[in-house]
C-alpha cells in the first residue's frame, strides 16, 4: 500500500515516508511524557538525584580563588554554600546559581590563599550535598597574556617542533644507508607510532574517566579514534589516486612522511594541551629536565618522518620545513589550549584523534615495509626495528614519566 | 604537625588584618557607637571570620524569626502541684539549616530544636506529645520522674498520641530529646530541646536568653556539614542579639551536637559565671566553657563594655561552619 501511495507521489517521495517514523516518535514520546512518567510508580521509586558538582577547575588568583562548577546530572542544581578548607566562605557568582544541566559556572571566593599550601575546596548544593576538591598546592594561575601566549608557544615550540627538525637531521645519512637499514628505521616509525598510539588511548581513558557520565567518555572516544582514522584513511587514498599509481598500492616518498607527520602532529596536539594544562593547574613542575625529556622523547619522532624519503628524489627545504611544522607545531596549538582553557573534554577528544591518526599510519607504513623492504616483514632488520622504535619510545618515556 | 595542619592555623593569621578592617567599618544595620573597646580585642580573638557579620554573614530566615527560641516564656512563682501543660507535635519538615541549603528534618512542633519548656520546680508537668511524623519518636526529658515517663519504652507510633506527666524537678537547666532507635538518627534529625525548671527561690531578675547548640549532617555521611545555636548557621552573626549593659544576661545553654564529642561557647572581651546544670550556687568564673553531648548549664554575664562582641564555639571548625554570633551591647 505504501509503495503505491510512494509511487504516486513520484520518486522522491521516499524521503517524505522517511519522516514517518520520526513523527511517531515525537507522538508517542509526548503521550508518555503527558502521562507523568506514572510507569516509574508502577516498578518502584526513582532514587533522589546524587546532587554533586563537577568542579572542573579551581583557581588561584592574587586575592581570590575561582572554582569552576558544572552540573553533571539531569535534574537542576543549586549553589548554596562554598567552602575552602571546612570553612564556608563568601562569595559572589560569575554565572548562574541554578545550573541545568551540563550547564557551568564560575564562583569567585575572595581569599587570601598561601602559596604552595594545599586545599580543599567544597560546593554544598541546595540539599546540603558538599562535593569537594582537593588542590595539592595552590600556585598562582596565570590568565591570558601576551607572556603567557608566547610562553606556551615556546614550551610548544621546544618539546614538538625543535626535536622533529632535529630528528630530520638525520635525512642525509639515511639517503646514504643500506636499504636494510632503511627498512629497519621504517619498522622503527611504526613501533614508535605504535607506541603514540597506546600512550594517547591510555592517556584518553584516564581523562574520559574524570568527565561526567553524561558526556559519554567512551564513545567520544570511538568518535574521535573513527574520525582520524578514516579522515586519514580517505587522504591517503586521495594521495595514491593522484600520484599515477595503482589505487591500492602503498604510499611512500613525500606523501607517506606527511601522512607519517600528519599521525605525529596530532599526538603533539595531545601532548601539548596535557603539557598546558598541568602548567596551567599547577599539577607540572616544568623544570629544564621535563623539557629536555620531551625533546629526547621526541627526537625519534623525526628520524620516523625522514625514513619514508630516504628513497627516490629529493625533497625540498621548505617541504623538510612544512613536514616539521605539521609534526610539531600541533604541540604549540596544544599548550595554549590546555594553558587557558583546559577542557578535559576537549582533552579525550584530541587524544582519541591521535590514536586513529597513530594507528592508520601504522597501517600505511606496514603496507609500505612489507611491499619494498628486503625479506618483506618477516625480516631481521624489520623485527628487530618495529620492537627497537617500541623499546627507544619506553626508555626515552621514562625521562618525562 | 602536617602540612595541613599548618595551614589551617596560618590561615586566619594571614586573613587577620584586611578582616579586623572589615569588621571594624561595621557592616550592619545596628551600628555600634563609637569609641567603645570592644572592636579591636574582637578582632584579634576572632581573625577570619569577623567579616562574617551582618548581610555579609550567609544566614537564612529574616529578623526574629527565631526570637521563640531565643526568648524563654516567663518564670512563674513557686506554687507546688500548679499543672503546666505543654503540648509537642514531631514533625516531618524541610527546614533552611544555612543560606539556601535545605534539610529534611524532623522537628517538634516544627522547629529544630523544639519549643523552650518551662517550669518552676514543683510543678506538675503535662505534656501532650502527638506522633505527626513518619517514624516512632518519644520524648525523653532530663530530670527526676517515674520509669514510665522516661521516653525511652513507651515508643509513639506515627499518628499517636501520649501524654508525659511527672512534677518537675530538680532545678536547673535541663533539656528533652527523641530516644528512639536509632537513636543517632533521631537527635541528628532535630528532635531535641532547652527545658528550664526554675528553682523554688526564684533567680534574680535577667534579660534571659536560651542557646541550643546544634549541628546538621545534611549529606547523611555521620559528620555535621553545619554548626549552629538554635538553628540555622550565622544567625545571630546576620542578626546580633542585642541586650542592655545594666541588666545581667542569662543563658541558658545546653549542647545536643549530634556525632561530635564536644561542642563549646565562648565569649568575647569580657567574663561570665557559668553554672554547671544550674543546679547550684556554685559557678566558675570564666570566658569559655566545653560541654558534652547533653551537658548544659547556665551563663551569667554583666557586661562591662558596650558594643559588638563576638560569641561562638571554640572550635574553629564549628565557628567556620556557622557556629557564631555577636551580642550588641548597648547602654
Known amino acids: 500500500m505504501a509503495s503505491t501511495a510512494a509511487g504516486r507521489l513520484g520518486p522522491g517521495a521516499w524521503r517524505l515516508w522517511a519522516l514517518l517514523p520520526l513523527l511517531l516518535l515525537v507522538g508517542i514520546v509526548s503521550l508518555f511524557a503527558s502521562s507523568g512518567a506514572s510507569l516509574v510508580d508502577l516498578v518502584g521509586r526513582a532514587p533522589p538525584p546524587t546532587d554533586e558538582f563537577d568542579i572542573r577547575r579551581v583557581e588561584f588568583k592574587p586575592g581570590e580563588i575561582r572554582i569552576r562548577v558544572t552540573n553533571p546530572q539531569r535534574p537542576k542544581l543549586t549553589i548554596a554554600t562554598v567552602m575552602v578548607d571546612d570553612a564556608i566562605v563568601p562569595f559572589r557568582l560569575d554565572g548562574p546559581g541554578t545550573l541545568g544541566r551540563l550547564r557551568s559556572s564560575t564562583i569567585v571566593v575572595p581569599f587570601q590563599w598561601v602559596e604552595d599550601d594545599p586545599y580543599t575546596i567544597g560546593v554544598t548544593s541546595s540539599s546540603g550535598i558538599e562535593t569537594t576538591f582537593d588542590v595539592p598546592a595552590a600556585v598562582e594561575t596565570r590568565g591570558p597574556s601576551p607572556r603567557g601566549f608566547l610562553g606556551y608557544a615556546l614550551i610548544g615550540f621546544l618539546v614538538g617542533v625543535v626535536p622533529v627538525a632535529l630528528g630530520l637531521g638525520w635525512l642525509p645519512s639515511l639517503r646514504r644507508a643500506d636499504a636494510r637499514w632503511v627498512a629497519a628505521f621504517m619498522a622503527m616509525t611504526a613501533g614508535l607510532l605504535s607506541f603514540l598510539a597506546l600512550d594517547a588511548l591510555a592517556e584518553a581513558l584516564g581523562l574520559q574517566a574524570r568527565l561526567p557520565s553524561g558526556f559519554q567518555g567512551p564513545g567520544l572516544i570511538l568518535l574521535g579514534v573513527s574520525a582520524s582514522y578514516l579522515g586519514l584513511t580517505f587522504v591517503s587514498q586521495r594521495f595514491s589516486a593522484t600520484g599515477r599509481r595503482e589505487r591500492s598500492a602503498p604510499l611512500e616518498g613525500a606523501a607517506l612522511a606527511t601522512l607519517v607527520a600528519i599521525g605525529i602532529g596530532l599526538h603533539n596536539l595531545g601532548e601539548g594541551l596535557a603539557i598546558g594544562s598541568s602548567i596551567a593547574l599547577g599539577e607540572l613542575a616544568l623544570g629544564t629536565f621535563l623539557i629536555v625529556g620531551f625533546m629526547i622523547h621526541n627526537i625519534t619522532e623525526g628520524l620516523g618522518i625522514a625514513a619514508p624519503i630516504a628513497r627516490g628524489e629529493r625533497i625540498s627545504l621548505t617541504r623538510l620545513v612544512a613536514l616539521a611544522l605539521i609534526a610539531g607545531a600541533p604541540a604549540i596549538a596544544g599548550a595554549w589550549i590546555g594553558g587557558f582553557l583546559t577542557s578535559d573534554l576537549l582533552g579525550v577528544f584530541f587524544f582519541a584523534l591521535a590514536v586513529g591518526a597513530a594507528m592508520q599510519v601504522v597501517v600505511e607504513v606496514v603496507r609500505y615495509v612489507a611491499r619494498r623492504a628486503p625479506g618483506g616483514l618477516r625480516s631481521g632488520p624489520v623485527i628487530g626495528g618495529y620492537l627497537a622504535g617500541i623499546a627507544i619510545m619506553y626508555a626515552t618515556g621514562l625521562l618525562v614519566a | ?331
Open chain 2, 1 to 331: 604537625m602536617t602540612r595541613r595542619q599548618l595551614l589551617v592555623t596560618a590561615a586566619p593569621a594571614v586573613a587577620a588584618v584586611p578582616l579586623a578592617k572589615l569588621a571594624l567599618s561595621g557592616t550592619s544595620e545596628a551600628a555600634p557607637p563609637p569609641g567603645h573597646a570592644g572592636h579591636a580585642g574582637m578582632a584579634m580573638d576572632a581573625p577570619g571570620h569577623a567579616a562574617m557579620v551582618g548581610h555579609e554573614a550567609p544566614a537564612p530566615g529574616g529578623p526574629h524569626e527565631l526570637d521563640g527560641l531565643l526568648h524563654p516564656p516567663n518564670p512563674l512563682p513557686h506554687k507546688p502541684g500548679r499543672v503546666r501543660e505543654y503540648s509537642l507535635t514531631a514533625v516531618d519538615r524541610q527546614i533552611e539549616v544555612a543560606k539556601g541549603v535545605f534539610y529534611s528534618a524532623w522537628a517538634y512542633n516544627g522547629t529544630v530544636p523544639g519549643p523552650v519548656i518551662r517550669a518552676t520546680e514543683d510543678d506538675l508537668l503535662r505534656v501532650t506529645f502527638t506522633n505527626g511524623g513518619s517514624h516512632p519518636h518519644t520524648i525523653h526529658f532530663h530530670g527526676i520522674h517515674p520509669a514510665n515517663m522516661d521516653g525511652v519504652f513507651e515508643i509513639v507510633s506515627p499518628g499517636e498520641t501520649f501524654t508525659y506527666e511527672f512534677p518537675a524537678r530538680p532545678y536547673g537547666m535541663q533539656l528533652y530529646h527523641c530516644h528512639s532507635t536509632p537513636l543517632k538518627k533521631h537527635i541528628a534529625k532535630g528532635l531535641y530541646g532547652a527545658f528550664i525548671i526554675d528553682p523554688p527561690n526564684p533567680r534574680p531578675p535577667a534579660q534571659e536568653l536560651v542557646m541550643v547548640l546544634n549541628g546538621f549532617d545534611t549529606d547523611g555521611d555521620g559528620e555535621n556539614n553545619f554548626y549552629a545555636v538554635n538553628g540555622p548557621a550565622f544567625y545571630y552573626a546576620k542578626y546580633p542579639i542585642r541586650v542592655r549593659r545594666s541588666q545581667t544576661v542569662r543563658i541558658y545553654l545546653a549542647n545536643l551536637t549530634e556525632f561530635d564529642l564536644v561542642n563549646s561557647f565562648h565569649l568575647h572581651g569580657d567574663f561570665f559565671r557559668y553554672y554547671p546544670t544550674g543546679s547550684s550556687d556554685h559557678f566558675e568564673y570564666t570566658d569559655t566553657v566545653m560541654l558534652c553531648q547533653g551537658q548544659r548549664g547556665i551563663i551569667e554575664i554583666d557586661f562591662t563594655n558596650t558594643g559588638r562582641f563576638m560569641f561562638h564555639a571554640h572550635q574553629s571548625e564549628f565557628t567556620e561552619l556557622g557556629w557564631m554570633g555577636f551580642f550588641e551591647v548597648v547602654d
